[in-house]
């Protein structure tokens, strides 16, 4: 069976190096607009953090387990928030599991002003300096 993706403008079967160099490009091209995307994404994250306030914030509990084992750190969280200001998910950036689990039970809690549309903000806190 002939495969009509296998045929050129022309109508004509492509050889195997034609084929090949489209495979390759492919291999080169799907990486590189996942890349662009995901920059694209990043700027309209950053954007978002500048433009959404908060409105209540709750600060996250030091955890007990995290004061008896002298655990200290940053965490880092990426709250997705819909447009009536509340946090409807939260995804773990980085840090330690312990400290990552408090931010982002507050992080839950927290509410924005309202906007026209979802947004994603990074949060990120510190743990242990003093508390």
């Given amino acids: 069976m002939d495969d009509p993706r296998d045929r050129n403008v022309a ?52 955890p007990e387990l995290a004061r008896r084992l002298g655990i200290k750190g940053t965490a880092r969280v990426l709250a997705t928030v819909a447009p009536d200001g509340s946090v409807k998910d939260v995804k773990e950036l980085g840090g330690n599991p312990v400290l990552l689990a408090a931010l982002a039970k507050a992080v839950k809690t927290w509410k924005y002003e309202p906007a026209s549309q979802t947004s994603a903000v990074e949060v990120k806190m510190t743990f242990g300096g003093g508390q």
């Avoid at 090949?20 to 954007?47: D, M, Q, S, Y």
């Fill in 11 to 62: 109508g004509k079967v492509k050889t195997e190096s034609a084929l090949n160099r489209e495979g390759l490009w492919f291999r080169i091209c799907g990486p590189l607009c996942a890349i662009v995307a995901g920059v694209f994404l990043l700027t309209a994250v950053a954007h978002a953090q500048n433009t959404r306030k908060l409105k209540s914030s709750p600060a996250p509990e030091y």
